[in-house]
């Protein structure tokens, strides 16, 4: 029997987390918090993609011995810097206090599993040992096998909480904690 | 030597329901979609090993052992510290097999 690739893998998971953040009882399913999760989605991993392509730019002009080259070089490498990249972070911290505030105006029994769920996504983009900030805050320039990796639990994180809403808006609610 | 990672999957899932005790029967569907990921990623850093730092072996660790416990802790019978042990037993058995097979792996 073939074994299930990752991203079958994670499908499943985020099938199974999403039930499960449904919980005990299913609150009204709000436009407003699918809209937000989905932005914060698509800004996540643009950013992951625009710092993968930096990265791929400085790979390719790194061996360059002239003096275009090495300006565009530099210019990449500033680019990609966590300087330059400051005021992303600063923007997910307040997408992850809105949509956290959205969903804590009308608290229901699931509302403690959601929180933890948007509080982990925060952990690793932001706060926690080794978030996505503390590592380019570290190190400067993210490396290309990192980016390609931390992208795909990021994704799986959001899949959780979009997989959430989608059960929410077909009217389903499943029992567990 | 390149590490065998068939019987890694299994020794993961043995070291997370030693901690998670007699709750493991309840948690184990959903846990086992993400060990496997976890074996994953283990497995995209033995490959991409050379082109990786500290700081970013670190931060996939750290952020795979949260997904993992968010997943248990999101089971009443599961707490969070419990959640925290089991997360890192499971990282624990990739980071041996890495130790073992590449130990003069500077960020292991």
């Not at chain 1, 932005?39 to 710092?51: E, F, G, N």
Request: proline fraction near 2%; charge should be negative.
């Amino acid at each position: 029997m073939r074994r299930p690739t990752l991203a079958q893998q994670l499908h499943r998971l985020v099938l199974t987390v999403g039930l499960v953040l449904v919980a005990c009882s299913a609150p009204p399913y709000d436009e407003q918090t699918d809209r937000l999760i989905s932005a914060l989605q698509y800004d996540v991993d643009s950013q992951i993609v625009m710092l993968l392509s930096l990265d791929r730019k400085i790979a390719e002009l790194a061996t360059a011995n002239n003096d275009i080259a090495r300006k565009a070089l530099a210019e990449a490498r500033a680019r990609a810097g966590y300087d330059a990249n400051a005021a992303f972070y600063d923007k997910l911290d307040s997408q992850l206090t809105s949509l956290r505030l959205r969903v804590d105006a009308l608290p229901t029994e699931a509302t403690p599993n959601i929180d933890r769920a948007i509080d982990d996504l925060r952990a690793n983009l932001l706060t926690g040992e080794g978030s996505l900030r503390s590592v380019h805050q570290k190190q400067g320039i993210l490396g290309e096998a990192y980016l390609r990796n931390e992208r795909r639990l990021l994704n799986a994180q959001f899949q959780a909480l979009l997989s959430y809403e989608l059960v929410l808006k077909a009217g389903a609610g499943i029992g567990k904690k | 030597m390149a590490i065998d990672w068939s019987n890694i999957g299994s020794a993961v899932e043995q070291a997370v329901a030693s901690v998670v005790g007699a709750d493991w029967a309840i948690v184990a569907p959903a846990a086992k979609a993400q060990l496997t990921a976890l074996v994953e990623i283990a497995q995209a850093i033995e490959a991409e090993r050379d082109q990786m730092s500290a700081a970013e072996y670190n931060g996939l660790r750290l952020s795979q052992q949260r997904a993992l416990e968010g997943v248990l802790s999101s089971y009443a019978a599961i707490s969070i510290v419990v959640a925290e042990q089991a997360a890192a037993a499971a990282w624990n058995v990739v980071a041996q097999a890495l130790k073992t097979a590449y130990p003069a792996l500077s960020f292991l």
